[in-house]
């Protein structure tokens, strides 16, 4: 596990940690600690997302991969800093270091899944599925489909490969978004990095049927 220099230790000891004893099949984890590796991973998500860095250095901290009789995916803990400006009011003006870490899940589907989204509704998705209907529906997911707004450009696939078990694991979780580009598929979260988002990862990636091995 890495704990960068210069950082609250304990507060991102505790964070860091509990987000790994999240994970429940460790017989099944290994801890990647290949630099180039992982440099490789944050350079594809940032290019997927195009996420603007707001002059932040943005790295993956501890990356680990879990194989199952399924095939393999990644949970990364990664790390967006700001590093030191000026913080408190006019009189009490003091040098504060920002920064925050996240968790993302990766994997690569032996199936072709194209350019896919899925995320919680909004209300305006709602009141604009209901006449146009442009959400996938996954059969007999009736929890799902009212609860997520599920678009992609490989519909007939993402039915097909994207089955009941996986979308009722996914059903179980709030504040997430999973994409998909041809084969690769991202798992985020709304929120920053929460002690069980690993195990949320663990959870979803597990029901998916189409990793590669």
């Known amino acids: 596990m890495t704990i960068p220099e210069n950082f609250d230790g304990k507060n991102e000891h505790d964070l860091l940690i509990g987000s790994y004893n999240s994970i429940e099949n460790k017989n099944y984890l290994e801890i990647i600690t290949s630099d180039i590796e992982k440099k490789a991973l ?37 790390l967006f800093d700001f590093g030191l400006s000026f913080g408190g009011g006019k009189y009490d003006r003091f040098l504060k270091h920002r920064y925050h870490y996240d968790l993302f899940g990766f994997g690569v589907a032996k199936v072709e899944l194209g350019e896919t989204l899925l995320r919680e509704k909004t209300i305006g998705d709602k009141l604009v599925g209901h006449f146009l209907h442009s959400s996938i529906q996954i059969k007999d997911c009736d929890s799902f489909n009212e609860k997520f707004y ?42 920053h990095l929460e002690q069980m988002q690993s195990r949320i990862v663990e959870d979803i990636f597990s029901a998916f049927k189409y990793w590669v091995d």
Not at 158 to 185: E, M, P, S, W
């Open 42 to 78: 944050a350079e594809t998500f940032l290019n997927t997302f195009q996420i603007d860095l707001f002059n932040s250095d943005f790295s993956i901290q501890n990356l680990f991969k879990l194989t199952k009789s399924n095939g393999h995916f990644y949970i990364a803990q990664c």
């Open 150 to 191: 599920l678009v992609s450009d490989k519909k007939e696939n993402i039915i097909k490969f994207f089955d009941k078990d996986f979308a009722n694991t996914v059903n179980k979780y709030n504040g997430l978004c999973i994409r998909t580009k041809a084969n690769k598929i991202y798992l985020t979260f709304e929120n």
